[in-house]
C-alpha cells in the first residue's frame, strides 16, 4: 500500500515539473519575440512574472503532494497546463502576426491556405486534448473550428481530434485502470457515474452517449472500466460525435456573427444550452430511471392469493425472483367479503 502512494506522490511530482517547466519555457519564448522584447515593461512582466508564478504553482502542488491534499495538487497541475496552453495560443498568434491577418478577408484566407495542414494540426490537437486533459466545453472548439476552416472542414477537423481523444479515454480506462481515471477526472466524480450504470453499463452508456445531457468526456473513461465492448463503445461515440459537431458547425454558418441580430441569437442559444443542461443533469438521476425501466420491465411468472392479499412472484429487473405482497384494495375488498358471504350462505 505504501509503494502505490508512494507512485502515485512520484506521478503528481514529476508532471507538476514537466508542466512547470514547459510553461517556463514558453514564457521565455514569448518575452523574446521582437515586438514583445520592444516594451521593456512587458518583457520583464512576462519574464519575471511567468517564472514567480510557475515557482508559487511548484512550490504549493509538492507540498499539496507530500501533504496528500491530492486535489491541491491537481488544481496546480491545472493551472500550469491552462497558462500553458495561453501561452502556446499568445506565442502563435504573435509569432504569426495572427490579429492583423484575421483583420482582412484576404489576407486571412491567404494564411489558411500558406499555413494548410500545420493550422489544421494544431486545431485537431486542441479538440484531442479537450477530451483528455483539458476542462474545455467541446461547443466551444467546435464553434471556432467552423469559423476558421468552414462548417464542412471545421466539422471533420473537430470530428478528428475528438474522435481520437475519445478513444483514447476509453483505452486509459481499459488500460490503466480505475486509480489513473480517478486521479485525471476525480475520485467522486468517477465513483458517482460508476454507481449511477452499475449492472446495466452497456444500454445506459449507450443512451448516455447519445443525449446531450451527459459529460461525455468522462463517460469516455467509465466506459473504459466498464464491461462494455470497444466495437460497441467506437459505433455508439461515433454516430453520436458526428450528429452533434455537424449540428453544432452548420448552425454556426447559418447565424452570422458580424450582424447585430446573429449575436442576439447566439447569446440566448448560449444561455438557453446552459440554463437547460443545468437543468437536465440535476434531473440525471431521473432520466437513467427512465431508461432503466424503459429496457428493464419486471416479468410477473405466478400469482397465489390469499385472504386480503395477494402474492405474485416476479423477475426482477437484476434477474432474480422476488415475492411481492399485495394489500387489497377497497373494492377487491368488497368482492372477496362478497364471495365469502356466499360460501356461507351454501353452507
Known amino acids: 500500500m505504501a509503494i502505490k502512494k ?59 503532494a507530500l501533504s496528500g491534499k491530492v486535489v491541491l495538487a491537481k488544481t496546480c497541475f491545472l493551472a500550469e497546463i ?3 496552453l495561453a501561452a502556446v495560443v499568445f506565442y502563435v498568434i504573435i509569432k504569426t502576426g495572427f490579429i492583423g491577418i484575421v483583420r ?13 495542414v500545420w493550422m489544421s494540426i494544431v486545431f485537431i490537437a486542441v479538440q484531442f486534448l479537450q477530451v483528455v486533459i483539458l476542462p474545455i466545453p467541446s461547443t466551444v472548439t467546435v464553434v471556432a473550428g467552423s469559423a476558421l476552416f468552414g462548417p464542412l472542414l471545421g466539422s471533420v477537423y473537430s470530428l478528428i481530434g475528438i474522435l481520437l481523444g475519445s478513444f483514447i479515454a476509453f483505452a486509459v480506462g481499459r488500460f490503466a ?15 458517482k457515474w ?39 463503445f467506437a459505433v455508439v461515440i461515433v ?7 455537424f449540428t453544432t458547425s452548420y448552425s454556426v454558418s447559418l447565424i452570422p456573427f458580424d450582424t ?29 430511471q427512465f431508461i432503466h425501466k424503459l429496457f428493464h420491465r419486471e416479468v410477473r411468472v405466478k400469482e397465489k392469493q390469499t385472504k386480503g392479499e395477494l402474492h405474485v412472484k416476479i423477475v426482477s429487473p437484476e434477474g432474480t425472483l422476488v415475492e411481492k405482497g399485495v394489500g387489497e384494495t377497497g373494492e377487491q375488498k368488497k368482492n372477496s367479503e362478497k364471495r365469502m358471504n356466499g360460501k356461507k350462505e351454501k353452507k
Open 6 to 64: 508512494n507512485h502515485q506522490l512520484h506521478i503528481h511530482i514529476i508532471l507538476l515539473f514537466m508542466a512547470g517547466i514547459a510553461l517556463e519555457v514558453f514564457c521565455v519564448l514569448l518575452a523574446f519575440l521582437p515586438s514583445v522584447a520592444a516594451k521593456e515593461w512587458l518583457k520583464g512582466l512576462i519574464l519575471y512574472g511567468g517564472s514567480l508564478i510557475v515557482l508559487v504553482l511548484l512550490l504549493i502542488g509538492v507540498v499539496g
Open 82 to 84: 491552462l497558462l500553458l
Open 104 to 116: 482582412d478577408e484576404e489576407e486571412f484566407r491567404a494564411f489558411l491556405e500558406r499555413a494548410g
Open 177 to 191: 485502470g480505475y486509480r489513473v481515471v480517478a486521479w485525471l477526472v476525480g475520485k467522486e466524480t468517477l465513483d
Open 194 to 232: 460508476l454507481d449511477k450504470i452499475k449492472g446495466k453499463d452497456k444500454i445506459f452508456l449507450s443512451a448516455m452517449f447519445v443525449l446531450p445531457v451527459f459529460p461525455d468526456d468522462v463517460l469516455c473513461f467509465v466506459a473504459g472500466l466498464s464491461s462494455m465492448s470497444f466495437g460497441l
Open 239 to 245: 454516430l453520436s460525435r458526428i450528429l452533434a459537431i
Open 260 to 288: 447585430w441580430w446573429g449575436l442576439l441569437i447566439w447569446g440566448l442559444i448560449a444561455a438557453a444550452v446552459v440554463i437547460v443542461f443545468f437543468l437536465l443533469y440535476k434531473k440525471s438521476d431521473a432520466i437513467l
